[in-house]
């Protein structure tokens, strides 16, 4: 394994094969692409770059799998989910070394981050046998009216690099207790993750066929084309930027499939002068800075009340300045780098705009060339304005923007300011204000006095260019499943010898 790269209890989780039809597999062309730790920049191995028809054959293999797998029955799905959860739970640490490495987050983090994923099989293992139907009341004499759910159908499943395993798992997990098959495109930055999922799915006796998983890199957009534009696709589910799901709404329209879509946030982060102020900056933290500030919930605009924000931005500003930023994998370190320099050279463009218009800089500020080319110290910018590129922009980095407001009415508008809605926070301690802010938010999902909402538990989806769909929770296996009613004619006669 590479520099400073723990080893992996079991080495044959580290694949370097894509995993189509019960099988390891190559691209037909022979191609490979390279996967760099963001860390050190040294290369962690190869992936094949996959194609359209190695595309095809993944879509023909779940679609050949489909028959007998959707006749399986709840429970049989949920057993297997079970042991595959099991699977990802005996194997936590090496799937977390796995995170850190082609992702970056500190080894802590990804441990967290492997049992926030396999909660999503475990979840749906329970939902699996419980998607029920209703009978309903007819209001033409004699008819009975019932419904039946089934599975949609073969799924195209795309996920990013920021969770390279709970992405994966949140859709997996509902596609499979509903009775589908998938084929995911695995993240070209992070497919080791992926592909010792498919491994510890075999594991667990998934059928061949039923999970495939593509690699590519720079194929990635005519992998999308394909599982976007197929037939035999029923739905696709893709987590990215707004961008990109606009891009492959349009390519799925030919075909009318069922969609779910995760895109960006711009998370708005209010602190009222009521809120507790430890509380308030300890949320803070753990939402704008969770993985480096490189999460679609991250808090994006943080606007502090003027009776508590000087207060808020020192005591804010004093914990970021005790941060250890760092490889992954080294002892005490509390953050890694970002993904890529683009990632980085945005960060740097935010910051500059900001202090270019007054902004100022309270804590970090600059790349840390010394650490590698990927680190971006933890940054605090107070004084920030509407104007700035931070206020409209997803920074998707470790930049926290302090904006100071008077009144509920100006928040309000502010944090909805903008077309995309997917998480916003608040910190209060009145009840009455605590449900007028969370039903005036233009968001899908809403944190009160805490910095984090993730839970499989919890529908998680946003609203405007944020996307739809809900994936988690009890609502997670409907975006799977389709309704089917049944009425039935001539019914409620006479008892017969009456
Ligand atoms: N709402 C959510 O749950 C959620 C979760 C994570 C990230 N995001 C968003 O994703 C963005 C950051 O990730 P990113 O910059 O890597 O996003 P991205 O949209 O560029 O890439 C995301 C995934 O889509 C794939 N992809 C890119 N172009 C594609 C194409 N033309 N066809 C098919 N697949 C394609 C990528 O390979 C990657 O696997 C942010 O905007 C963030 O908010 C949203
Ligand atoms: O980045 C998007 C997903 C983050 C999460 O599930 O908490």
């Known amino acids: 394994m590479g520099h400073g790269v723990p080893p992996l209890s079991d080495k044959s989780l580290l694949k370097s094969q894509a995993y ?5 597999v190559d691209a037909k062309s ?34 050949a799998a489909l028959p007998s797998f959707r006749k399986t029955t709840g429970r049989e799905r949920a057993r ?92 997996i997990g509902p596609a499979l207790a509903a009775g589908c098959t998938v084929v995911a495109k695995s993240p070209g930055e992070t497919p080791f993750t992926a592909a010792a999922l498919a491994e510890l799915a075999h594991r667990a006796g998934i059928p061949a066929g039923v999970v495939n998983i593509v690699t590519a890199m720079k194929n990635t957009a005519e992998v999308g084309e394909t599982l976007t534009s197929s037939p035999i696709i029923k739905k696709v589910s893709f987590t990215g930027s707004t961008g990109v799901g606009k891009l492959l709404m349009k390519q799925s ?25 430890d509380i ?23 606007y502090i009340q003027s009776g508590i924000y000087d207060r808020f931005c020192d005591a804010f500003a004093e ?24 990632a980085v050279n945005k960060v740097a463009a935010h910051v500059k705009d900001a202090v270019e218009q007054g902004g100022k800089v309270l804590v970090g500020g600059q790349k840390m060339p010394d650490l590698g080319s990927n680190f971006f110290q933890p940054t605090v910018i107070r004084d920030m304005t509407s104007q700035m590129s931070l206020a409209h922009e997803e920074t998707f980095g470790p930049v926290a923007g302090l904006f100071k407001f008077d009144t509920e009415a100006e928040v309000v508008k502010q944090a909805n300011d903008t077309e995309v809605g997917l998480a916003g926070y608040f910190f209060s301690k009145d009840i009455q204000r605590c449900y007028r802010i969370a039903e005036a938010l233009e968001v899908g999902m809403v944190g009160i006095n805490t910095g984090l909402v993730s839970d499989a538990a919890a529908p998680f989806g946003g609203v405007k ?17 389709t309704i089917k009613m049944v009425t039935m004619g001539g019914m409620g006669g006479e008892l017969q010898g009456s």
């Not at 030919?254 to 102020?277: C, H, M, Q, R, Y």
């Not at 300045?321 to 890694?336: A, I, L, M, N």
């Open 465 to 481: 260019e944020s996307g739809f769909g809900r994936e988690g929770s009890k609502y997670g296996i409907d975006e799977y499943l």
């Open 80 to 171: 297997m989910l079970r042991k595959w959860y099991q699977l990802m739970v005996d194997n936590a640490d090496d799937l977390a070394k796995l995170i850190t490495w082609e992702n970056g987050k500190p080894m802590a983090d990804a441990k967290g981050e492997v049992a926030y994923a396999a909660g999503f099989f475990e979840w749906f293992s329970e939902e699996a046998p419980r998607a029920y139907g209703d009978t309903i009341a007819a209001t033409i004499p004699g008819n009975r009216i019932f419904t039946i759910k089934q599975p949609v159908g073969v799924c195209g499943l795309i996920t990013p690099w920021n969770f390279p395993a709970a992405m994966i798992t949140r859709k």
């Open 20 to 24: 189509v039809n019960g099988k390891w």
């Open 30 to 63: 022979g191609k490979t692409f390279e996967v760099t730790d963001p860390s050190t920049q040294k290369t962690i191995g190869t992936m094949p770059e996959m194609d359209a028809s190695d595309t095809q054959a993944a879509i023909d293999a779940a679609s």
């Open 280 to 302: 308030a900056v300890a949320g803070a933290i753990a939402s704008k800075f969770r993985s480096s500030g490189q999460t679609c919930v991250c808090a994006n605009r943080l």
């Open 319 to 342: 914990k970021v300045k005790g941060f250890k930023v760092g490889g992954g994998y080294d002892e005490g370190v509390t953050h890694g780098p970002l993904i890529h320099d683009r």
């Open 253 to 277: 329209s030919g075909t009318l499939k069922k969609l779910s879509f995760e895109l960006g946030g711009n998370a708005p982060f209010i602190v009222f002068d009521d809120a507790d102020l």
